[in-house]
């Protein structure tokens, strides 16, 4: 059974960063794929970043040079930076264990999302 717990968010001015992190329980950590997803009110859920088994990883257009995700094997964590703070990035922010490249259906475990909200 994977359990995915996220904490990081929270309320921040624009400009300004966060760090949120994502503890998986379970087994496959370090085999799988991680990634950091977000919705916002109204909008459909959207791969934010995405970091393989390898450490490769990637980013959508609108978070790249702001954004960093990073993997800690040995503590089965991933980590996801956001410098430079837009209101735009306002959302709830979901940890996800099995993530698919950019552009397919997400799929996999969900953590139970934290809330990041950038306003002044």
């Known amino acids: 059974q994977v359990q995915l717990v996220e904490s990081g968010g929270g309320l921040v001015q624009p400009g300004g960063s966060l760090r949120l992190s994502c503890a998986a329980s379970g087994n496959g950590f370090s085999l799988s794929a991680m990634g950091w997803y977000r919705q916002a009110p109204g909008k459909q859920r959207e791969l934010v970043a995405r970091?393989?088994?390898?450490?490769?990883?990637n980013y959508a257009n609108s978070v790249k040079d702001r954004f960093t995700i990073s993997r800690d094997n040995t503590k089965n964590t991933v980590y996801l930076q956001m410098n430079s703070l837009k209101a735009d990035d306002t959302a709830i922010y979901y940890c996800n264990l099995g993530t698919p490249p950019l552009g397919q259906t997400p799929r996999g475990y969900w953590g139970q999302g934290t809330q990041v909200t950038v306003s002044s």
């Open positions: 970091i393989s088994s390898f450490g490769n990883t």
